[in-house]
Structures are given as structure tokens and as C-alpha cells.
């Protein structure tokens, strides 16, 4: 079975610096989906970004990157110029693509970042 | 669009009693996902479907639990007889699969409450 893990509970940045959240995963498969979704207090999941496993290219998203090391099992996300509104939890999650369709999102415990005014 | 419609919100009710949750996927989505998210677990895969046929229940924790999705636009995640430990917020997602490409949009939660 897939498993994700995020070390770090919690983390802390001043706004408009950057901050860098960890994630590794585990998984026999080479064909898979790695995401990065936000809740904020108001509970709603909101994809962040997303890294295709085949894909040696880190996704970009505005203000939001990743670096995707396969090798490692390594999926960080970078988040520049830290905003208020960017204080939330962040749940990294990886998806099988072995079956060739969708399927259930594997979770981790997630982060939860605090941005200092 | 509206996006995924999920109710009741909230739900509290007495262990022992029937609970439905309920849930309105995108139109035109094809896929749909139940998860679980608690403090102790964190967040779990229920259940999913494609095109209205169950594809793995491998997630749902007990026979107390049980979904349908009599048609594309409604699902059902039914817990009975509910128990305090099932308290919890559920989310319903819903997707295309596009190609290689789907991106799961979530539903706002309901957070059950058993007493």
C-alpha cells in the first residue's frame, strides 16, 4: 500500500518570505499522480498544485512550486511570497495511475502553516 | 457550475441511529469520491465510483457503512447503526478523467456528530 508522510506538524513563515513544506511517499508503482491541496478553516480542500510522475519538469503554479526528486520520493512545496490568506492546512496526496483510471487519493497528515504579519 | 453539493452540513445525532449523508457531484463528472477526515486518521478513501458502479470499497470501515449512486447526479453514504466513533467530517469529490488528467474537486463537508 501507498503511504505518505509529512514530518513537520506544523510550520511558521513571515509574510512575503518563503517557505518550504516536506513530503515523501512510498510506492512500488512508476505511474503516479502527486498533489498538494490547502484547507483553510473553512474545512473546503482546494488543489494547490499538481506533479505528473512521468513528468521530470516540477510543476510551477504562481507563487507555488514543488521539487520532485522520483529517485527519493521526495514531493516539497515552495511557497513564495508568503500571504496572509496562504495560512491553512496543506495535505500532500499521491494517486495511482497504474490502472489507467481515476482512483482514491492517498493522504498525508498534513502541515499546518502559520504566516506571521 | 455549483460546484459539489453535500448535505446536511452538520449532523448530530444519538449513537444507535441511522445517518445518510448526502452528496450532488459536478455535472458531467464521471467520478465519485467519499472521504473521511479525523483528527486520529487524518484523511481516508471510502469509497469511489465510476459511472455510477462502486470500483473499490477497500476503504469502508465497517458493514455499518454503506454507498450508493442510484444515478450521475446523487450519492448516498449511509451509516447504521452510527456510532460516536464515526464522528468525523466526510467530504464527497467528484472528477473528470480526462486522458491522462483529472483533478478531484471536493464538496464542503458534513461534520457528523454522534453522541
Known amino acids: 500500500a501507498q503511504t505518505v508522510t509529512q514530518s513537520q506538524p506544523e510550520m511558521s513563515v513571515q509574510e512575503a518570505e518563503t517557505v518550504t513544506l516536506s513530503c515523501t511517499y512510498d510506492t512500488s508503482e512508476s505511474d503516479y499522480y502527486l498533489f498538494w491541496y490547502k484547507q483553510p478553516p473553512s474545512r473546503q480542500m482546494i488543489l494547490v498544485i499538481r506533479q505528473e510522475a512521468y513528468k521530470q519538469q516540477n510543476a510551477t503554479e504562481n507563487r507555488f512550486s514543488v521539487n520532485f526528486q522520483k529517485a527519493a520520493k521526495s514531493f516539497s512545496l515552495k511557497i513564495s511570497d508568503s500571504q496572509l490568506g496562504d495560512a491553512a492546512m496543506y495535505f500532500c496526496?499521491?494517486?495511482?495511475?497504474?490502472?489507467?483510471?481515476?482512483?482514491?487519493?492517498?493522504f498525508g497528515k498534513g502541515t499546518h502553516l502559520i504566516i506571521q504579519p | 457550475d455549483a460546484g459539489v453539493i453535500q448535505s446536511p452540513r452538520h449532523e448530530v445525532t444519538e449513537m444507535g441511529q441511522e445517518v445518510t449523508l448526502r452528496c450532488k457531484p459536478i455535472s458531467g463528472h464521471d467520478y465519485l469520491f467519499w472521504y473521511r477526515q479525523t483528527m486520529m486518521r487524518g484523511l481516508e478513501s471510502l469509497i469511489y465510483?465510476?459511472?455510477?458502479?462502486?470500483?473499490?470499497d477497500s476503504g469502508m470501515p465497517e458493514d455499518r457503512f454503506s454507498a450508493k449512486m442510484p444515478n450521475a447526479s446523487f450519492s448516498t453514504l449511509k451509516i447504521q447503526p452510527s456510532e460516536p466513533r464515526d464522528s468525523a467530517v466526510y467530504f464527497c469529490?467528484?472528477?473528470?478523467?480526462?486522458?491522462?488528467?483529472?483533478?478531484?474537486?471536493f464538496g464542503p463537508g458534513t461534520r457528523l456528530t454522534v453522541l
Open positions: 496526496a499521491y494517486r495511482d495511475y497504474s490502472g489507467g483510471g481515476a482512483d482514491g487519493l492517498t
Open positions: 465510483f465510476n459511472n455510477n458502479v462502486p470500483i473499490d
Open positions: 469529490a467528484s472528477s473528470f478523467l480526462r486522458g491522462r488528467r483529472d483533478t478531484q474537486y
